[in-house]
């Protein structure tokens, strides 16, 4: 009888404590969200991912498939030891100069270019930009996508390529910072896309 009447005096207090407990664990500060809604950082935001903000490299960055990367290595007429990409080099012979002093005359043409490489995407070599020489024509830049990737450490050798003049638009901020970096031309428009003519090549040696 004792022992009833004692759990009868304590089972208020027992209730209280539970839900006490139960009040604390269960609520959240005002205005701020349960554990179940409250939003978590996405992994790829914080390690740089696509949802952070683009980076000034954004051009290095993955566009799509890579190109073939398949290159035979041979001797040419002269004695060099070239990397050759694609089919047997063709089109009209032109200097460098000419083609940029007149780019209207040269479209739609199949031109075989020359030129020393001076700059080059070197993460995805999908394209390489040649001068013909000191100060007297270029650079030029050439597309090496989607028909072959151009070989590692191709800076500073030269190149034999054959390909059509091509416009291509690229997003002002992109071709600003890649004619900083690469010491290409520098866009002239003021918004929107930058329009640069390219060279798409089919073929290529290096050497």
């Known amino acids: 009888?004792?022992?009833?009447?004692?759990?009868?005096?304590?089972?208020?207090?027992?209730?209280?404590?539970?839900?006490?407990?139960?009040?604390?664990?269960?609520?959240?500060?005002q205005g701020s969200p349960s554990p179940q809604t409250q939003p978590q950082a996405s992994p790829s935001a914080s390690k740089g991912g696509p949802s952070a903000a683009a980076s000034a490299d954004d051009h290095h960055r993955e566009s799509g498939p890579l190109?073939?990367?398949?290159?035979?290595?041979?001797?040419?007429?002269?004695?060099?030891?070239?990397?050759?990409?694609?089919?047997?080099?063709?089109?009209?012979?032109?200097?460098?100069?000419?083609?940029?002093?007149?780019l209207d005359a040269y479209r739609g043409k199949t031109l075989l270019l020359e030129g020393n490489i001076t700059a080059?995407?070197?993460?995805?070599?999908?394209?390489?930009?040649?001068?013909?020489?000191?100060?007297?024509?270029?650079?030029?830049?050439?597309?090496?996508?989607?028909?072959?990737r151009a070989p590692p450490e191709s800076i500073g050798k030269r190149a034999r390529v054959t390909g059509k003049l091509e416009t291509i638009l690229v997003p002002l901020a992109k071709a600003r910072h890649m004619?900083?970096?690469?010491?290409?031309?520098?866009?002239?428009?003021t918004e929107g896309d930058a329009k640069q003519t390219v060279l798409r090549a089919t073929a290529a040696e290096i050497f």
């Open 67 to 102: 190109p073939p990367d398949v290159v035979e290595y041979r001797t040419d007429a002269d004695g060099n030891q070239v990397a050759h990409m694609g089919p047997a080099l063709s089109g009209e012979k032109v200097s460098l100069a000419a083609v940029l002093g007149d």
């Open 179 to 189: 004619a900083k970096e690469h010491d290409l031309p520098m866009p002239t428009e």
């Open 120 to 148: 080059a995407c070197v993460k995805r070599r999908d394209w390489f930009a040649i001068v013909e020489g000191r100060g007297t024509g270029g650079p030029l830049r050439v597309m090496t996508e989607p028909a072959f």
């Open 1 to 29: 009888m004792r022992f009833h009447n004692v759990l009868e005096s304590l089972l208020p207090a027992l209730l209280w404590a539970g839900l006490g407990t139960l009040t604390a664990c269960d609520s959240q500060p």
